[in-house]
């Protein structure tokens, strides 16, 4: 093998070990934002806590191997030395027959209870506590300063520790303070860590909370304004961000009305014109006497009134009306009154809640223009409606004809008239659907088209409440 076939097949191989790490990188990212919460509030308290918890482990970590083991190793080795010390003093110097000055050495300068008792009062060695860190800390100091058989009880009595030390012809039994031989303090500062940390975390969450709140109503206010809603009462608050979003919220909101505002009192200029002109011409024609010719000319007329209200109805979309909440169970069974009336079979049939907030002279336009789509080619109309915690679904089913599959999505163009299609309302202009679907998604939703279980088509209406 030469060098550069060397030195390209290392390249290949840290690239397959890169390409390897980005695998497991990316699993791991989608592991962990299955994991996490999607919502602002609990993301940005993880943000808060987790450092937090984990600069308290640091602490904590650090002050019990650095300060707490050291504390009570130096505690635990200069009350061996004062008990090593005795031991020396009991074996080198003369002694009176009670002990009774040594017991007072102990009592008055090492501050210990000192007893000498026979050597039938050592009892074995017994199991050591879990996780004592006095007692392993008491058994090293005394095999490494005294180095005699001993017993030691740490958990007997809570506030004394006791000491039996095998001697020549007796065992001393020594009592010592617990506080003396261990830094008894530690558990003072974890509480006194914990506490100021829950404090700090409490006062984290409200104020977390009051800067959240103005982004949650921001967003409501959002999605009623997508919906045709009002927005009443939507003050800019919360911090600077959050207002400078609320202010080009408010500003885009008021942007968007004006600019409504502006194309429906324009187009009713261009409606009184055009209204003024056919009016004229149907006057004139009436005058102009009978014949074939004249009535072939009034139906002109009148087909191009009909196509003109067409039109400015899909330009205006009914944008101006005031959303309110509709029976939406009454409201339907209108629209099957209607069509019975016509001659046609139609059923209704509505679960759920009845009452969602519509505009209701728009949603009536986009639901009667599939229905009348619907009835003007099929015989036999079926309606359903279901109102959830998230959206209302109407489905209008029909026996007729049916759309092609790859012409569904055209037949929603403006103006588009197929020759063989539904989609055709009275005057020729195309525009049902067109009108249809932006109603339906100036609420927030749409419209889709699949095949129905009738035979003929099925229009699904899909709006969030």
């Known amino acids: 093998m030469t060098s550069l076939d060397f030195g390209i ?22 592991w962990l934002n299955a994991v996490l919460p999607k919502g602002l509030y609990a993301r940005a308290l993880i943000i808060m806590i987790v450092p937090m918890v984990v600069l308290q482990s640091v602490i904590a970590y650090v002050f019990f191997e650095r300060h707490w083991n050291t ?5 635990s080795a200069s009350v061996v030395s004062d008990i090593a010390a005795l031991i020396d003093v009991y074996q080198s110097y003369p002694q009176d027959a009670d002990l009774a000055r040594i017991k007072k050495i102990a009592r008055d300068r090492l501050d210990l209870q000192v007893d000498f008792l026979p050597l039938s009062e050592m009892p074995p060695p017994g199991p050591k506590p879990f996780f004592n860190l006095l007692d392993e800390t008491l058994s090293r100091e005394l095999r490494k300063q005294i180095n005699r058989p001993y017993w030691i009880d740490t958990v007997g009595r809570s506030a004394l520790v006791e000491i039996r030390i095998r001697l020549d012809n ?3 039994r020594v009592f010592a303070r617990r506080s003396a031989a261990y830094a008894s303090n530690s558990q003072i500062f974890l509480l006194w860590m914990v506490g ?24 409501d206010a959002a999605e009623s304004f997508g919906k045709g809603r009002e927005v009443p009462n939507f003050k800019p608050r919360g911090a600077r961000e959050v207002r400078r979003a609320a202010q080009a919220f408010i500003e885009m909101k008021n942007r968007i009305e004006r600019t409504i505002e502006q194309r429906t009192a324009m187009l009713a200029g261009v409606s009184h014109d055009l209204r003024t002109v056919l009016t004229r011409f149907k006057l004139e024609l009436a005058l102009a006497g009978e014949g074939p010719e004249i009535d072939a000319m009034k139906k002109d007329v009148d087909e191009m ?3 003109v209200e067409a039109y400015l109805s899909f ?13 939406m169970a009454q409201f339907l069974e209108e629209l ?5 009336r016509g001659g046609h079979r139609a059923t209704v049939v509505f679960t759920g809640v009845p009452m969602v907030t519509v505009r209701p002279a728009a949603f009536r336009r986009c639901l009667g223009n599939l229905v009348s789509n619907a009835a003007r080619f099929a015989k036999t109309v079926s309606i359903s409606g279901h109102r959830d915690h998230r959206y209302l679904t109407v489905s209008v089913d029909d026996d007729g004809p049916g759309i092609p599959s790859n012409l569904r999505d055209e037949v929603f163009k403006p103006f588009l008239r197929l020759d063989d299609a539904r989609n055709q309302d009275e005057g020729n202009s195309g525009l049902g659907l067109s009108i249809a679907r932006d109603i339906a998604r100036s609420h927030g939703g749409d419209i889709m088209l699949t095949d129905s279980p009738l035979g003929g088509l099925r229009a699904t209406v899909r709006i969030p409440v």
């Open 170 to 172: 007796a065992v001393m």
């Open 336 to 340: 099957r009154v209607d069509l019975e």
């Open 196 to 219: 100021t940390s829950a404090v700090l975390l409490f006062f984290a969450i409200i104020f977390l909370r009051n800067q959240i709140r103005p982004i949650q109503r921001l967003a």
């Open 305 to 307: 009134a009909r196509m």
């Open 9 to 30: 097949a290392t390249v290949r191989t840290i690239r397959t070990g890169l390409e390897r790490v980005a695998d497991y990188w990316r699993a791991f990212s989608r």
């Open 315 to 327: 330009a205006r979309g009914d944008l101006g009306e005031t959303s309110a909440p509709v029976n």
């Open 71 to 75: 504390v009570t190793h130096k505690l």
